[in-house]
Structure formats: C-alpha cells, structure tokens
C-alpha cells in the first residue's frame, strides 16, 4: 500500500496549504525534532500544522511559520520525536481497566508467589466475596506446572477465587469457587474446553477455554457505574502510554453502547474501533455498521474463536504438542460459522477470527474461502472486506502464501514472540518454529500485518511492542538460537504496522495511520527518535504527549 503522491503533487499540496495560511493560522504547529509521517512520499519532515483537526502543513520549518498566527499554539518537541498516532491493532480495553482495578498477577514468578498475592489480598478486602485476578503465566515458574486449587485452598478456603492466566484462555480456580459452581469429578467438559483432572480424577482447579464458562455463574454484572470507572481506568493508562487509539476486540453490545456514550460527551481520548462477540454480532447485523461523535468510535467488526491459546495448550494443531498428548481445541465448527461469515459479507460487517495453531488458522482460512466464494463480489455490501485473522501465530508455509491469495489480514502481537519464546519452542518443537510469529515472511508474501498487543494478556505498552517487532528479543536482549531473527522487521516497516497497517485494517486509511495532508491529526510523541536509538534503548522511551483530532489527550507532566 504504497503512497503515489508525485514530488510535484506533493509540493503543490504544500503550496496551496501555505497560500491560504494568512486566511486561516493553523491552531497548532509541532517543530523542533525529528517528525517521522509513515508516508513513502515524504518520510521525514521538520514540521507539521494542524487547522480544524486535520493536518494542513507538512514540510520545512520555514513553510510552517505561515501558518502561525496570534492564536496559533507552537508545540516545540525540544528534541522529541512526533510520530503518526500508534494503534493498538488488538487489545481488551475493559480488560485493561479491570487489570488496573483487581489484583494484577503480572510478574508473579512461582506457585508460592501466585498464593502469597491471593493471601495479600484476601487481607485487603476482608468478607466473603470472590477474590478475582488476573496476568499470571507459569512457563517460567520452578514448579514448572500449572497452579491448582490446592495452592489456593492453603491460603484462601472460605471465600471463591478465580485467577485468569494472561493469555485469557485458562484460569485456576480454589475449591470454593469449584463448589459454587458445581463442578466436581463428574462433570464433563463442553466442547472447545477442558477440565484438567488428577491421577485420582479429582478436577485441579485449571480450566481450559469453553469450560471458563461453567464459572460464568460466579460474575456478578458490573452497574453501569463500575462499567465507567473500568473504562476510565483503561482510557488513562493507554493515553499515557502514546497510543491514541486500538481496536477493541471481543466486546459485547452493552460496553459498545457505553463506549459511544463516552464519545458523545467528549470524555474519550482514544480512537476506538470495536470488534464485538458473537452474542452482540446478532446485534450488529441487525443494524450495520455503527459510528459515533465523528467516528471517534466506530463499530463494524465481530470477533469469533477459532481455538485457544498456545500457553494452555489450546491453540489447535496438526500434529500433538511436542510436550503434551493433545493437538489443542477447536472452538467453532463449518456448520455453523460459514452461514455467519456469508450473512456478514452481505451486509457489509468485517469479521475478525481468532486462530493461533496451524490447524486454527488453515481451518479459518478454509471458511474464509468457503464464505468469499459462496457471496462473490457482485453479491457483498462492500466488495473488499478486509477480513482478519487474529494472531496468526502457528502457520505452514502454505498458509502463509494463502492471506494475501484471500486478502485476509494477518493482525499480529509483536510482544507475543517475545514472551512465548521462552515456552514455544517446547511446544512445537523445532520444526514448527518456522511459520512461528512469522511477521516478515508474510508481509514479504504481499500481506498486509496491522501489530498490537493484545493487552491485557501483554502489557500494552507501545515501546515494547516496537522493540519486539525490530528485535525479535526478550526485554534483557535474549533470543533462542532458532527463534528465526529473520523474522524481525525494519523501523519503517515497524512504524507502519503501528500505523498506517492498522487504518488500512480498520478502513480508515484515507484519515489516518500517516502524517499527510488532509489527514485527522492524531499523533504520538515519544523522548527518543524511536527509528533512530539503539535497539536496546527503544523499551526505555517515554511518552509525552498523545494527539486526538488536533486536541491535546495526554500531555506528561513537566513536558
């Protein structure tokens, strides 16, 4: 998707820009660091200025101080660096502002310390109510194993707990809350799901993707006034991190509804473009595509599973797991998704499919196929449908060649690699490594990768998200000898799938994802040129300042 603009066309925007500037001053003008725009056209500038939310100047500094008049606000970078705005292209915001309001269980680096937090908390919040967490991850742990009720029940055995693993496709669970809800040595798992059991059959207090939801009788529906302040929570952490929009995967009707709410009373400072459930995608089909306050949030995608999760071994897979007796759980059948996905392409809804095991993305991109032929172009709402698959971890080399064959997009987590590489190899095994995050080989295959993070199952931080995707590394700089470095990507590359990708992914590509002419004017600032530090240094940048529609959404304290 490259830029076609003419040096000459481009110039004459700049020009005509400029001429009109004595009539009407720019409201902003940004100089004074590095500006780096994702536009093949014009890669760098030394200023940009802003009239009416939209991106009127971009060139010189002496082109810019046209555009100044007496109401004209001057942001000098002092030496930072001014990027087009960073979208999360998959992240959970309400599950951001929870992981911000419960117990955090990130970091947490054994069993003991899993049971201590548990006991830390139950001493803050005395009563009988459940204790609820999440973040956890034991691929690192020295006991080397999954939690279990009985590390709860050590420290908590009058009141439920119920602790979510971080990739959202596992949790563990005491006794209590086993009992509450009816869950003991006979009960059977649905299907996409299982109950793990002990030599003697009794459950361990691990349950595996569908059956998560036998716990479902132990959420209590948030009021709306806790729904609120869960989203504020998340709105506050992800400005202040640079990110000036995401796109907000598996969210039911009600927090969409919320969400446009916010928007309409202008207290969202992020972009947000809402993928929701299958339940809520009933919903969405009834009444197309929606936006709210000038598509400050848009609402056109439904998000579907495919399988689980390659942590809890759920994620689906031809061959078994190089470390387990199982090839993962498919969560969805042809029957019954393909007839969804060609009402979908009538009426004009993307649709966003999770798969992160071989054999989850080859059986999507099997429906995917079944659906686009059964509902040719003549017959769609909108004949180019940008369908995605989310993650996209585990790929053959077929399947590979077969996203940009379908045009389906690849929505990736760079921080993912980073984080699994410590466990994946053990999974898979060496072989499989190949088509494993394979970022590069399928955008040199044509496809087009919008990045993001996935947050809360990752930290959500843009820094470490940029860092994963150029240096395919852990956070102290360790790699496995076969973890594939040549997947890693250049910053350019890196910078678009951050920006431009996203827009192209969310059909916002003419509005946003590059600082260009007539373009909104969202942008994010960071202390360091993030295209130009040491790789190492990119994970220790620091926000400054985030720009929504020309307004100010976040501005660091001091800056």
Same mark, same amino acid.
């Given at each position: ?16 820009? #400029? ?58 970078? $002092? ?97 209590? @809350? ?9 009960? $059977? ?13 009794? *459950? ?6 569908? #059956?998560?939801?036998?716990?479902? #009788?132990?959420?209590?529906? *948030?009021? *709306? ?63 197309? !595509? ?56 009538? $009426? ?22 079944? @659906? ?28 590979? #060649?077969?996203?940009? @064959? ?49 947050? *809360? %199952? ?43 990708? !996203? ?24 202390? %360091? ?12 940048? $620091?926000?400054?300042?985030? %720009? ?12």
């Amino acid at each position: 998707m490259r830029t076609t603009v003419s040096v000459l066309a481009l110039a004459g925007l700049l020009w005509a820009g #400029a001429a009109s500037a004595a009539e009407a001053p720019a409201d902003l003008v940004f100089w004074g660091g590095p500006i780096h725009t994702a536009d093949d056209a014009h890669p760098t500038a030394q200023a940009v200025a802003v009239r009416g939310g939209r991106i009127a100047y971009v060139g010189d500094r002496k082109g810019a101080q046209a555009f100044v008049g007496a109401k004209t606000q001057e942001v000098d970078l $002092k030496g930072a660096a001014l990027f087009p705005g960073f979208t999360d292209a998959h992240a959970h915001l309400y599950g951001i502002g929870q992981r911000e309001l419960t117990l955090n269980l990130e970091g947490v680096q054994s069993a003991a310390a899993l049971a201590a937090a548990v006991k830390a908390r139950a001493a803050q919040t005395p009563g009988t109510g459940p204790i609820l967490g999440r973040g956890w991850i034991e691929t690192h742990w020295p006991e080397k194993r999954f939690p279990t009720r009985q590390d709860l029940d050590a420290v908590v055995s009058d009141r439920p707990v119920v602790l979510m693993r971080a990739d959202g496709h596992a949790l563990v669970a005491n006794s209590a @809350a086993l009992k509450l809800a009816g869950i003991d040595r006979n009960t $059977k798992a649905p299907s996409g799901g299982d109950i793990l059991k002990d030599a003697s059959g009794e *459950p361990t207090g691990m349950l595996i993707d569908a #059956a998560m939801g036998l716990m479902s #009788a132990l959420a209590q529906q *948030p009021t *709306p006034e806790e729904m609120r302040r869960t989203f504020q929570a998340g709105f506050k952490v992800y400005s202040e991190y640079g990110w000036t929009g995401l796109h907000n995967m598996s969210v039911p009707w009600d927090q969409a509804l919320m969400l446009e709410d916010f928007a309409r009373d202008g207290e969202l400072p992020l972009r947000v473009y809402n993928a929701v459930t299958p339940e809520a995608g009933k919903m969405l089909l009834a009444t197309g !595509p929606r936006s709210a306050a000038d598509s400050r949030v848009v609402t056109r995608t439904i998000k579907f599973y495919a399988d689980g999760a390659l942590g809890s071994r759920g994620a689906a897979l031809f061959e078994k797991y190089h470390d387990a007796d199982t090839t993962g759980l498919v969560q969805m059948k042809a029957e019954d998704v393909v007839p969804v996905y060609e009402e979908a392409l009538r $009426k004009g809804i993307q649709v966003a499919t999770h798969a992160i095991g071989d054999r989850g993305n080859s059986l999507v991109l099997d429906w995917y196929a079944q @659906a686009f032929a059964e509902v040719p172009a003549a017959e769609r709402k909108v004949a180019e449908p940008r369908w995605r698959v989310e993650h996209a971890q585990i790929l053959t080399a077929k399947d590979i #060649a077969r996203f940009p @064959a379908l045009h389906v997009i690849p929505s990736m987590q760079p921080s993912h690699a980073i984080g699994d590489l410590h466990f994946a190899p053990s999974r898979l095994g060496e072989d499989r490594l190949a088509g494993a995050y394979a970022w590069k080989s399928l955008i040199e295959a044509g496809a087009i990768v919008p990045a993001g993070s996935d947050a *809360p %199952v990752e930290r959500g931080d843009p820094r470490i998200e940029f860092y994963a995707a150029v240096a395919r590394k852990d956070l102290s700089g360790f790699s496995a000898p076969d973890w594939h470095p040549e997947q890693a990507v250049d910053r350019e590359t890196a910078l678009k799938m951050f920006t431009l990708w !996203p827009a192209f992914a969310s059909f916002a590509e003419k509005d946003l994802g590059s600082i260009t002419v007539g373009k909104r004017a969202d942008f994010s600032v960071f202390d %360091v040129d993030l295209m130009t530090v040491p790789e190492a240094a990119i994970p220790k940048a $620091k926000a400054l300042m985030t %720009v929504v529609d020309g307004k100010t959404a976040f501005r660091a304290a001091g800056w």
